[in-house]
């Protein structure tokens, strides 16, 4: 199966063997890695007991127009390679989808991207597929396909020829349970903890604001144990991005846990959307699908990094263009950043540790641009934490029952959203804004003075409108009130004076 991007296209493997000098030959638009594959392969034969033909021995990769790329191409051509020579049936591998990469001693090693290419085979009508078996986690989470997973070409080839040998199935696989944090670890932040969870009920983005050590890392590290759990689509899908990318050690392959990506301030605009010279893998922004991207430091980003995610915020997808071809990614996530309020990080409260001047302050936060933050609907100003939070014996409320408030939310605006493409407040359309989910009179009034008072944009104002019918699902209302829109207003400005 050869991916370009999350779509497969199927790769039928030919081999020719004639009389003639000994020569491997490989056609078919191979990259450097899969025409080293002859190496590989031959001394696999070597330490499996299988004999290599000295012969003439042609592969072909067809379709011959489509580059292939990587090394999983491996065993398929070792098994292509055994049925041309007499070596193996060619019925024991009808229908049959072949990935993974082979050691020099015959073992079958793991390679990227199982699971989009399990789908993409199923779709073609596929039904059995062999896989290295440190891919069985992926595997077992297609339950329509056949998937038979082995550690070395020896015992793969004693399936193939006598039957002996077991599929697997999702049943039979333990899920892993990822460590979760919980929101009684932190000590007070009130109105910060209140931002995270209308955060997650609406699925708006977030800017926390506030010096060292006042809890904002904590706080944005939580979200994801207020999220709901990610349904069998929403984690086929997670999975399938970071089999892609390379990065299924840091997350179990059958977790229902919405993925947080954390990548460095100093991350480059490719690690952050995604690229490549060759192979175009998906960034942070994609890894961070159904999930959150959490961005710390946010102002020491380089410029330009931050901005590059202005389409992915508005559109959930992310397109990147190289000379291979153009590659889409789906990047629907909820943005969480964390800033100091300057650059000594200590203008909180009084200000009185601050030695910055005032120009310093304005400029440091204004490295984060004007159209970007008029994306973000809510601006947080975390405070240092008093000694009365510490002293506190009294924990805050869990990550629990906060969870059971968002999921009511979100109930309720999956079922007002019924049949209309969407069910967050987040993506409510600015059309539908104007028209049937309009907040009451009084609202509309506060929102068009501040509009004509050139105090707020056209999407800010659909921002806080979008705000307030989080407020008012979570306040248990029909409709966002004057109250709902003024508090909307006052978390998606109060971050920044």
């Known amino acids: 199966m050869g991916l370009v991007g999350l779509s497969g296209n199927t790769v039928t493997v030919e081999v020719d063997i004639s009389d003639g000098l000994p020569h491997y030959n490989l056609l078919g638009l191979p990259d450097a890695a899969l025409n080293e594959s002859r190496d590989r ?30 090394s999983s191409f491996d065993l398929a051509i070792a098994l292509a390679i055994l049925v041309a020579h007499g070596a193996l049936a060619q019925d024991s591998l009808d229908s049959t989808l072949i990935l993974g990469e082979l050691g020099l001693d015959g073992s079958i090693r793991g390679v990227n991207g199982v699971l989009p290419a399990l789908i993409a085979g199923h779709r073609e009508g596929i039904r059995r597929a062999i896989i290295p078996i440190a891919n069985v986690g992926e595997g077992a989470l297609l339950q ?27 049943e039979e696989m333990d899920e892993s349970i990822d460590p979760l944090l919980d929101f009684e670890d932190v000590a007070g932040q009130m109105r910060a903890r209140f931002g995270a969870e209308v955060a997650a009920a609406g699925g708006h983005h977030l800017l926390l604001i506030g010096p060292p050590g006042a809890g904002k890392t904590m706080i944005a590290s939580r979200i994801p144990t207020i999220l709901p759990p990610l349904t069998i689509e929403q984690s086929l899908e997670v999975t399938a991005l970071h089999s892609v990318a390379g990065t299924l050690s840091e997350r179990s392959p059958m977790s229902r846990i919405a993925p947080i990506v954390a990548p460095h301030h100093s991350a480059t605009r490719v690690a952050m959307v995604g690229g490549g010279a060759h192979v175009i893998r998906p960034g942070a922004c ?30 959930g997808t992310i397109t990147i263009a190289r000379s291979v071809g153009n590659i889409t990614y789906p990047s629907r996530f909820l943005l969480v950043l964390a800033a100091n309020p300057c650059p000594c990080g200590k203008f909180a409260g009084r200000g009185l540790g601050c030695s910055c001047s005032s120009v310093q302050v304005r400029r440091y936060l204004g490295k984060l641009s004007g159209p970007l933050m008029d994306r973000i609907d809510m601006r947080i100003t975390v405070d240092p934490v008093g000694r009365a939070d510490i002293s506190s014996a009294t924990l805050g409320e869990s990550s ?12 309720i605006a999956r079922e007002r959203f019924a049949g209309r493409g969407f069910e967050l407040n987040s993506a409510i359309p600015a059309r539908a804004l104007r028209t049937d989910f309009k907040p009451d009179r009084m609202a509309m009034n506060f929102l068009h003075d501040e509009l004509d ?10 921002k806080v409108i979008r705000l307030g019918w989080t407020l008012a699902d979570l306040a248990g209302r029909n409709q966002p009130t004057l109250a709902d829109v003024t508090t909307a207003y006052e978390l998606r400005e109060g971050g920044i004076s």
Request: glycine share 6%; charged share 20%; hydrophobic share 45%.
């Open 453 to 462: 008072q050139e105090r707020l944009t056209a999407r800010g104002l659909h």
């Open 41 to 70: 392969v031959r001394a696999a034969f070597t330490n499996s007991a299988e004999n290599w033909p000295n012969r003439k021995v042609t592969v072909s990769l067809s379709p011959a127009w489509l580059p292939k790329s990587g």
């Open 144 to 170: 329509s396909m056949e998937i038979v997973a082995f550690a070395n070409l020896r015992e793969l080839l004693v399936f193939l020829r006598t039957g002996e040998g077991r599929s697997y199935t999702a």
């Open 286 to 315: 994609s890894l961070a699908h159904h999930g959150v991207l959490f961005i710390d430091e946010a102002p020491e980003c380089a410029s330009g990094i931050l901005d590059s995610l202005r389409q992915p915020l508005e559109s």
């Open 400 to 411: 629990a029952v906060i969870a059971g408030r968002v999921q009511e939310a979100r109930v």
